[in-house]
């Protein structure tokens, strides 16, 4: 189904502006809310000036409308990485419940489809491997990470219950870890860091020993899945990650293969509640959408790389601080 006009809360940010921009390629005019709390404005400086897309900074937490009428709402405002949200706990809290309400609320309105991006993190430190959507998690409610995997899992709630009290076109996506050119260097997650510490000369920080595992997903990949789940009815929760499976040690080892760099691996302390594994089941998003990743980690990695060495990898550092003061409260 072709949309007329989206609404991408949390537009600003990595993948938000990935997902404008691949909109505002097959003609859907965009409408970005964002408060610019995680965000680096330039992430969308490409697209400012383009007759279809509108920049509105506001917080979701805050009920918001736009003109004129949408037809699809993609809420991906939240805090995500792990430095974010731990600086901002009541914020990272609140845009996920009062957030997702009112971006339900105006698809509501507005008779559009509605898409949660939820995660991965719904599944905690997961007991079953790999992860399907029928797995229920195993989360620490009170630990430092529950504000992030809490908010996602009470957004899932609420779309789930709007969808069926008022018959809201609501749906479910579970993003496994995404990476890709625009996240911004200093934001903590590990392709970023790797990347800024390799180019950099530095040693690339590993969290304990490295041998716990995510799976990447190249952020094209993710913006497939996501616009295939717009595009349908389908309510999920719906995987979209890639299988292919890596420890962070061989990342780190990747990241400096790729660069040419001479850095040096250091191991430093583990977070709580580092999860031990992370691997997508994507047979649901491959029957129903038809969706598969298609870029292999070393192609996604070395398009990153060059991306990073475009822009200078300091992009971001200069805005972090006086936002962390500004939004702290
Ligand atoms: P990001 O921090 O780059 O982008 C998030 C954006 O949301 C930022 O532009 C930020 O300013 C905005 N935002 C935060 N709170 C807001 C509020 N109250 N009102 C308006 N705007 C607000 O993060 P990202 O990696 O692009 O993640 C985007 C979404 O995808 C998030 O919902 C995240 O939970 C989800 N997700 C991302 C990943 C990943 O690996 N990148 C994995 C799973 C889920």
Redesign the pocket.
Known sequence: MHHQHAVV??G?????SHLCTALLAQGTAVTC???????DPRTVGHLRGHPGFTMVE????EPFDVAPQADLVLH??????PA?YLRLPL?TLE?GSL?TRNALLLARRHGARFVL?S??EVYGDPREHPQRESYWGHVNPVGPRSVYDEA?RFGEALTMAEAQVHGTDAGIVR????YGARMRGYDGRAVPTFIRQALAGEPLTVAGDGTQTRSLTYVDDTVRGVLAMAASDLRGPVNIGNPHEISMLDLATTVIRLTGSRSTVRHIERPTDDPTVRCPDIALARDRLGWEPRVRAAEGLARTIAWYREQGSARGREHEPDRAARKAA
């Open positions: 809360t949390g600003a940010g990595f993948v938000g809310v964002d408060d610019l709390s995680t965000a506001a917080d979701v937490r991906f405002a939240s805090p995500a990485s974010d914020h845009t957030g991006a995660t991965s996602k993003l496994f870890n995404t």
